[in-house]
């Protein structure tokens, strides 16, 4: 069975999977120059034009699976000498221009950027060109083509550029650390640091839970992943890690549906607060719109500060999806909840650096969330939630609009209608990643069938309602 | 008193909300709101094959049910408390 969507994701996780090992056996101190070595042993290179160019930008990986550049505080990092430096010409005349004589393109272009050489094939002068598409758009072959670099294609919040050495550069100041360059960087060149050091440590310091507890809190998107595995063994394999217990983040879901439905109808619009990437877009690009974020944390940090307070001797790592997560939880008002955050990517080097077959497991349980709070983990199901939870709370005197935009691009422009007071909507539901947290980068595979997997897992709650879900948590 | 129900997902599955139920209903009765707090926690590390586990203050009980709830919360909850 298929463990990745991609070879690049193969690399990273075998590169996760040697730090994790060495780390394990406090080697990686001795060890950590010869990771690349182990990963690409020999004379022959399989990948680049040399081992040694191979085994450099390994080097600049494993780094990044030790935390990456302290200095930088954003979890996600390009890899300059892994960056190929991709063709980032922009609109170009491909071959397949037949040099006709209707000239669409040269009419349609209000700048004159289309010149024609001897044979009426068309050029366009990037002098002039302002890379607005027209001309690909009149085409009747399709000639022309937007050369864009992958990244800055995947980046919807145009935080990529190019740097003065024509490598990928990410300006902090836009980026909401989706990941989604992570994901679709054909050359691995931009990776999410990763935090597995710190867990593994943790672990080891809680001796077998004695001195403090180790609780994994993981997100409802966990139905869609591992698919070659029973849920119940995953669970098993968490606990065979060394964690004391593993607790649905859906079950904060349904914590915050209940709550933020409350909260919706006594202010009559707001914006979801669940998504990281989506609540960083709106500080970062519609600053005047950050009064209207929930004020509920997010599910993730709801439950991890519920656990907390349940027992005080708690570690808790959140296992998910997400890469802006990894953000969130350094945050102040979530850091003293949630200790560090692993991607679902991450989790599987860790049991294969402990040599766990979790398909050779017992199935174990996992069971605390009703079908609402699992099913936030796909585009549109927060929404779902909320009116349940309207309903539940029986408020009957508000008229519930959801708008569920499904990637950050629907999130802008529902903000920007939002902005100008011409949204007809009432509540937006904003998911940075298409699909919802199912598309995350942190996901081991991206499929069609994942909603499906989400739904039904939803469907297999021993809970139906939110309220019998949450109802029994507050012991007041 | 401190009172843990366990509501991990082993011991949900087998009944704890019905068990937490019964417990308020029972410290009520008995006007023991000011005696226990009750509390919940995501694993007392005994998962049982039957019913709920129960941590009274640092004595752990399994396979609470519905049926040997009034049992349990006589013997183990409302005579300690009786007797001081």
Not at chain 1, 293 to 311: Q, V
Not at chain 1, 441 to 457: F, I, Q, R, S
């Amino acid at each position: 069975m298929r463990k990745f969507d991609t070879k690049i994701q193969y690399l990273k996780y075998k590169v996760l999977r040697e730090v994790a090992r060495q780390a394990w056996d406090d080697k990686l101190l001795e060890h950590v120059f010869e990771i690349p070595k182990i990963i690409v042993p020999g004379k022959e290179p399989t990948m680049r034009c040399c081992v040694y160019k191979e085994r450099a930008i390994l080097e600049e990986r494993v780094r990044i699976a030790m935390g990456g550049d302290k200095t930088n505080p954003n979890v996600i990092e390009v890899i300059d000498i892994a960056c190929d430096e991709c063709p980032m010409g922009g609109y170009e005349v491909s071959d397949a221009c037949r040099g006709c004589l209707a000239h669409r393109c040269e009419d349609v272009c209000k700048k004159g950027a289309i010149v024609f050489d001897h044979q009426q094939k068309a050029h366009i002068d990037k002098t002039k060109c302002v890379e607005c598409g027209m001309c690909a758009k009149v085409c009747p072959y399709s000639a022309i083509i937007n050369h864009k670099r992958p990244c800055e294609q995947a980046c919807k919040v145009k935080a990529i550029s190019m740097s003065e050495t024509k490598a990928a550069s990410i300006d902090n100041s836009k980026c909401n650390s989706c990941g989604a360059c992570v994901y679709q960087c054909p050359f691995g060149a931009i990776s999410d640091k990763s935090f597995i050091l710190n867990v593994i440590d943790l672990i080891k310091k809680s001796e077998g839970n004695k001195n403090f507890k180790m609780y994994a809190v993981v997100a409802p998107s966990i139905s869609s992943q591992f698919t070659y595995a029973k849920l119940g063994q995953v669970i098993s394999g968490i606990k065979a890690l060394g964690f004391f217990t593993v607790v649905e983040a859906a079950l904060g879901a349904d914590m915050v549906a209940y709550a933020e439905s409350k909260e919706l109808a006594e202010k009559g619009f707001l914006t979801s607060s669940c998504c990281p990437a989506f609540v960083d877009y709106i500080h970062k690009h519609f600053p005047q719109m950050a009064e209207h974020i929930s004020h509920n944390l997010s599910p993730a940090a709801t439950i991890s500060k519920y656990i907390k307070e349940t027992d005080k001797d708690a570690k808790i790592v959140f296992i998910g999806p997400c890469t802006a997560k990894k953000m969130e939880f350094q945050k102040e008002e979530v850091k003293p909840y949630i200790d560090s955050v692993i991607t679902f990517e991450e989790l599987q080097a860790l049991f294969d650096s402990k040599d766990i077959d979790i398909t050779a497991l017992d199935e174990d349980v996992l069971d605390n969330a009703s079908y609402f709070g699992r099913i936030f983990a796909r585009s549109g199901g927060l929404a779902d939630a909320v009116r349940q939870g309207l309903k539940e709370h029986g408020i009957e005197d508000f008229e519930y609009k959801p708008v569920s935009c499904d990637g950050i691009e629907e999130c802008r422009i529902a903000l920007l209608k939002a902005s100008k007071g011409v949204l007809p909507g009432n509540f937006i539901e904003g998911m940075a990643c298409v699909g919802g947290c199912i598309g995350g980068a942190g996901c081991l595979t991206h499929g069609e069938k994942n909603k499906a997997e989400v739904d039904k897992y939803g469907r297999e709650a021993y809970e139906k309602t939110i309220s019998d879900a949450i109802k029994f948590l507050n012991h007041d | 008193m401190i009172v843990q129900v366990c509501i991990g997902s082993s011991c949900h599955l087998k009944g704890s909300r019905e068990i937490v139920e019964l417990m308020k209903a029972a410290i009520e009765e008995h006007s023991l709101q000011d005696e226990i707090t009750l509390a919940g926690s995501f694993c007392i590390g005994k998962c049982n094959r039957v019913g709920v586990t129960v941590q009274v203050d640092d004595d752990v009980y399994t396979g609470i049910t519905k049926e040997s709830f009034n049992e349990f919360f006589n013997d183990k909850i409302l005579s300690v408390i009786q007797r001081g």
